[in-house]
T-cell receptor, first 117, second 111 residues
Framework: GAGVSQSPSNKVTEKGKDVELRCDPI?????LYWYRQSLGQGLEFLIY????????KSGLPSDRFSAERTGGSVSTLTIQRTQQEDSAVYLC???????????????FGPGTRLLVL | KQEVTQIPAALSVPEGENLVLNCSFT??????LQWFRQDPGKGLTSLLL???SQREQTSGRLNASLDKSSGRSTLYIAASQPGDSATYLC??????????WGAGTKLIIKP
């Protein structure tokens, strides 16, 4: 596609339920990143993938959060047993590569707005 | 630990004025610095990327500078327009290629 797409655009769930967020990166982009932006706070790095592997999971806030990427393309971010503090906009970005130079522009999707009641 | 600060937090200026947004970072060991804009209800749009070896980048009415030694970057917007109203975010690429973000400057251009 022309840009990074994310689905769903909005998700309302009940506390304790599991949710899955999906990201479709730009075709040919090997690096994929997940961030979240909580209300009134800045953007927070969660995890990044180079191909299908995740060299850096340090940003995942708890073991309820996990992410995978298959086929070097689509990625899913899963939040188990959601809590109200998980409410945020979850943003996905992709770049041609992380490349070891860290000099690739990241292109962002529109985000998934998650509300945990 | 890298910290990114943006000043001012908010700025309101009349249309047509030139303006400068500031970004500072504490660790000069960066790979690059990027400026983004964020519009309400929309995703982030990359504006300019300055590689660590560069001092500035220009795109249309936008010019971004980078001074690694002093840990500063500025985003200059010439001849501002109402459509420039948005939140402008500065981010540096540090270890593991993750972006470390500033809190943003909310810019309002008054017609």
């Amino acid at each position: 596609g022309a840009g990074v797409s994310q689905s769903p655009s909005n998700k309302v769930t009940e506390k304790g339920k599991d949710v899955e967020l999906r990201c479709d990166p730009i075709s040919g982009h090997t690096a994929l990143y997940w961030y979240r932006q909580s209300l009134g706070q800045g953007l927070e790095f969660l995890i990044y993938f180079q191909g299908n592997s995740a060299p850096d999971k340090s940003g995942l806030p708890s073991d309820r959060f996990s992410a995978e990427r298959t086929g070097g393309s689509v990625s899913t971010l899963t939040i188990q047993r959601t809590q109200q503090e998980d409410s945020a906009v979850y943003l996905c970005a992709s770049s041609l590569a992380a490349s070891g130079r860290g000099q690739e522009t990241q292109y962002f999707g529109p985000g998934t707005r998650l509300l945990v009641l | 630990k890298q910290e990114v600060t943006q000043i001012p937090a908010a700025l309101s200026v009349p249309e047509g004025e030139n303006l400068v947004l500031n970004c500072s970072f504490t660790d000069s060991a960066i790979y690059n610095l990027q400026w983004f804009r964020q519009d309400p209800g929309k995703g982030l749009t990359s504006l300019l990327l300055i590689q660590s070896s560069q001092r500035e980048q220009t795109s249309g009415r936008l010019n971004a500078s980078l001074d690694k030694s002093s840990g500063r970057s500025t985003l200059y917007i010439a001849a501002s327009q109402p459509g420039d109203s948005a939140t402008y975010l500065c981010a540096v690429v540090g270890r593991n290629y993750q972006l470390i973000w500033g809190a943003g400057t909310k810019l309002i251009i008054k017609p």
